[in-house]
């Protein structure tokens, strides 16, 4: 018990005193994932788009495995990539295995579903309000999809968001395709996992303080959102 | 080049609104095999403003729809003119305004092209028109029921519309905006847009209407000059309206 309180304090120094560590840690873990979160919008948001508007065969198939990919266990995302950049595999020849890069991509597959099923949703259901009043105006094709997505820019900042946060907290990808190298592909969670186990319990905690409070803040950020919605009734 | 050698000059556009000579023939609309429109054939004079009245689920706003092309119907046709031309511009308020999620100013800003938002003289003039020159900064979904109505009509003078559907637009207006409204409407049929306008009221019908078509579930029962319909040569089913009877 004593040790834990120990652990505590020493924890909130290091956090209070901006270790250099740490704050390395902390800093390519937001790089890798906020790099994640915008490479999967891109991808995602217009996809989420074009599902909501097109009707085409097969659409609920896509929809369903769109649906199911938000759940992909990480550790899977992580030996598929893994397998990819390997020496031996299709893309061991661009070197990005053990890289930021490399954590970027992960994470990349693992919101990018999560993206475009939430966007689908909040750009179908705005759809079905806006569809018939755009094509009275001579609306159409991709100026539908921009007009919903700008209409839709406060609910599809917190999908974002979403993403953000399950990039963030998510461990089995980065350490399977990054290995937790120091100074390299140290991030939040996999620095956790290590130092947990080699019982450097301060510098554990003093990260998932830091993780808390990151998760403490995205959902700040995600209300204060949702209220400047409501406000304007944007939402 | 060779084409523009080849094929002459498109025609001007004939005076006198010809493309707007709007027509329909026996127009019927089912909605799981139940008719809620029943062999609706029209012919509409551009120089006109139309009324059309009925009661409550009478099809007003579903043959509004069609008549505008956003509801392919069952049966029967729509024709503009007969030129090749093709429908002109339309535009179309509903009983349900549907605003952006933006200002007021960029509700109207939307439709217009680049070139007259820049300096936000014609947005404010049209703003004007309804109005609504204090609300530019809005947001839009924040403004009053009727004042969204007038927003919506603003925005859809705003694509200069040839032809003019409006769904009961005044429903939710205080009186002065009503007249505001009807003065408004009259004015734009007199420059030459064809304008269709659904109401209830009969009040607002004697004001407006030129000719008034009445729908009775589904049927036109009437399609008469304003003078011969309200001057008693009407069906029973409106003469009942007209008179204030619950018509079902
Ligand atoms: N999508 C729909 N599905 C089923 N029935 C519908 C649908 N839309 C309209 N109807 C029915 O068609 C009929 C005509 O509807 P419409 O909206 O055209 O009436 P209206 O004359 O505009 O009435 P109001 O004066 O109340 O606006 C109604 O009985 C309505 O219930
Ligand atoms: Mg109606």
């Known amino acids: ?83 990819n950049f390997s020496r031996a595999g299709p893309f061991g020849w661009l070197g990005l295995l053990y890289t930021p890069t490399a954590m970027i991509v992960a994470q990349t597959i693992l ?71 120091d100074h390299l592909t140290r991030v939040m969670t996999t620095a956790i996992a290590l130092e947990t186990s080699k019982g450097d319990l301060p510098m554990a905690l003093a990260l998932g303080i830091v993780l808390l409070l990151i998760a403490l803040g995205v959902n700040a950020l995600v209300m204060s959102l949702r209220a400047t919605a409501a406000r304007y009734a944007y939402a | 080049m060779l084409r523009a050698v080849i094929d002459p000059p498109a025609p001007a556009a004939p005076e006198g609104a010809a493309s707007t000579r709007l027509r329909t023939r026996n127009i019927v609309l089912k909605i799981d095999g139940k008719s809620v429109l029943d062999g609706v054939t029209l012919d509409f004079d ?107 009509l603003a925005r859809a003078l705003a694509t200069k519309p040839e032809a003019l559907f409006l769904d009961e637009p005044t429903a939710s207006l205080d009186p002065p905006s009503v007249l505001m409204i009807e003065q408004l409407v009259k004015e734009i049929q007199s420059t030459g847009t064809k304008v269709l306008f659904v109401t209830h009221d009969v009040a607002q019908a004697r004001r407006l209407a030129d000719d008034v078509v009445f729908l009775h579930r589904g049927c036109v029962t009437d399609h008469a000059p304003a003078a011969d319909f309200f001057g008693g040569a009407c069906s029973p089913v409106a003469a009942d309206f007209l008179a204030g009877k619950i018509v079902i």
């Open chain 1, 111 to 181: 919101i990018t579903p999560i993206i475009a099923a939430l966007s689908r949703q909040v750009l179908e259901d705005l759809n079905t309000e806006y569809a018939e009043q755009l094509r009275s105006l001579n609306v159409t094709g991709f100026r539908v999809v921009r007009t919903l997505v700008w209409d839709a820019r406060f609910p599809l900042l917190t999908v974002a968001l979403a993403g953000f946060g399950r990039a963030v907290a998510e461990v089995g990808a980065v350490i399977i395709v990054g290995g937790n190298i």
């Open chain 2, 46 to 152: 551009p120089d006109r403003l139309t009324v059309i009245m009925g009661p409550n689920g009478a099809g007003k706003s579903l043959l509004l729809r069609i008549l505008h092309g956003l509801l392919k119907p069952t049966g029967g046709e729509v024709s503009w003119g007969g030129g090749p031309a093709g429908p002109p511009r339309q535009a179309m308020v509903f009983q349900k305004p549907v605003l952006l999620r933006r200002s007021v100013a960029a509700n109207i800003d939307y439709v217009l092209p680049k070139s007259e938002c820049r300096d936000g003289e014609e947005c404010a003039g049209l703003l004007a028109r309804v109005g609504l020159a204090h609300k530019a900064r809005q947001a839009a979904r924040l403004l009053s029921g009727g004042e969204q109505q007038r927003l919506a």
């Open chain 1, 1 to 83: 018990m004593q040790d834990f309180a120990e652990a505590f304090t020493v924890a909130f120094g290091l956090v209070g005193a901006l270790d250099a560590d740490l704050v390395e840690i902390v800093v390519l873990s937001l790089r890798v994932s906020l790099a994640a979160m915008v490479v999967s919008c891109v991808i995602g948001l217009p996809l989420g788009g074009w599902l909501a508007i097109s009707r085409f065969r097969g659409r609920g198939v896509m929809l369903v495995v769109v649906n199911a990919l938000m759940g992909l266990p990480p550790v899977v995302v992580g030996l598929m990539v893994y397998l």
